[in-house]
T-cell receptor
Framework: GAVVSQHPSRVICKSGTSVKIECRSLDFQATTMFWYRQFPKQSLMLMATSNEGSKATYEQGVEKDKFLINHASLTLSTLTVTSAHPEDSSFYIC?????????????FGPGTRLTVL | SQQGEEDPQALSIQEGENATMNCSYKTSINNLQWYRQNSGRGLVHLILIRSNEREKHSGRLRVTLDTSKKSSSLLITASRAADTASYFCATDALAAGNKLTFGGGTRVLVKP
């Protein structure tokens, strides 16, 4: 089956630093990938849509200058949390759809737990 | 923003019992998907049901979809302790470009 990986799985950083999270589709190409954030015991909230070769589309309330997204190839999207603060601590999950329109299944990465001290 | 709600928010059952959870949504959809998430882990895709389908089975899982009521249900039969997890429904709305909107989730505890 389709596999999506994320790296790193866990990161702890100091406040003010930037953290890059990678999302890769391992056995299929993904022109679109999605980034979600999940706080403890809550559901997933879509942050942005990553588009290969063009700018990402951000959901309302998500700061695009703080959460930089780059989709440089058909198998890789990166999310950079810039100048991280403790309130950015969360579980970040990416996904990629695979399949024809209307039948698409989203495959999710294993997530990255970010802790900002 | 979340598309809808899941009910119940939490469910505790004995091994061998069935678990049923419901999902409601607000807009017209292409499909609805159910996912499982173990604590601190990523999401595992369970079932995708298309808007023109009413019921789907996969092993011990049964999903129904009622587009007139904008609701879906997930039934896990003969539950096992390993089924303990959070279950989320997610809708792929029409013209949303594959974007999924998640329900609040149901935390299921299966006691051995």
């Amino acid at each position: 089956g389709a596999v999506v990986s994320q790296h790193p799985s866990r990161v702890i950083c100091k406040s003010g630093t930037s953290v890059k999270i990678e999302c890769r589709s391992l056995d299929f190409q993904a022109t679109t990938m999605f980034w979600y954030r999940q706080f403890p015991k809550q559901s997933l909230m879509l942050m942005a849509t990553s588009n290969e070769g063009s700018k990402a589309t951000y959901e309302q309330g998500v700061e695009k200058d703080k959460f930089l997204i780059n989709h440089a190839s058909l198998t890789l999207s990166t999310l950079t949390v810039t100048s991280a603060h403790p309130e950015d601590s969360s579980f970040y999950i990416c996904s990629a759809p695979r399949g024809s329109r209307g039948r698409d299944t989203q495959y999710f990465g294993p997530g990255t737990r970010l802790t900002v001290l | 923003s979340q598309q809808g709600e899941e009910d119940p928010q939490a469910l505790s059952i004995q091994e061998g019992e069935n678990a049923t959870m419901n999902c409601s949504y607000k807009t017209s959809i292409n499909n609805l998907q159910w996912y499982r998430q173990n604590s601190g882990r990523g999401l595992v895709h369970l079932i995708l049901i298309r808007s023109n389908e009413r019921e789907k089975h996969s092993g011990r899982l049964r999903v129904t979809l009622d587009t007139s009521k904008k609701s879906s249900s997930l039934l896990i039969t003969a539950s096992r302790a390993a089924d303990t997890a959070s279950y989320f429904c997610a809708t792929d709305a029409l013209a949303a470009g594959n974007k999924l909107t998640f329900g609040g989730g149901t935390r299921v505890l299966v006691k051995p």
